[in-house]
């Protein structure tokens, strides 16, 4: 049994846009951070937050290419694909997990940063909660 990989929807590119958009913060932020970092007496959690950042990047690069290699083979046997699709969920999860550490930063940048970022990331949550109620109650109409 196969699967047609090259089938794949708009899902696959959002994911995509998602993970390049967090691969471009979690980079950038290790690359502007990490320069501002005191080489004699570095802050502990500012590092463990950059490292964190930076065990994510791998698992983000591999997750484009698994994510490219669905869409553009075809014919993908049943049994690799479902391999891929949980190695590619695990790949997801370390890239968002390392959001946590996007979040921490900002709290060490300043609290007021930190709050914002935290305040409008619970609010986000909740619109798109919402949105999403009115989807599947548009949806049973």
Known sequence: MTHEGGSQDDHSDKAWAIHAAIIGLNSGNLLFRGLELDQDNPELLTVICLS??????????IF?????????????HELEYQML???????????????VSIGILMYTTHMYIGFSFTAGTVIAFFL??????????LAKL
């Open 52 to 61: 964190i950042l930076a065990i994510a990047l791998p698992f983000q690069a």
């Open 64 to 76: 484009f290419l698994i994510n490219s290699h669905i869409q553009e083979t075809t014919n993908v």
């Open 85 to 99: 699709l949980r190695l590619s969920v695990i790949c997801q999860t370390v890239s968002y997990f390392s959001l």
């Open 128 to 137: 798109l909660k919402s949105a999403l109620n009115q989807v599947d109650r």
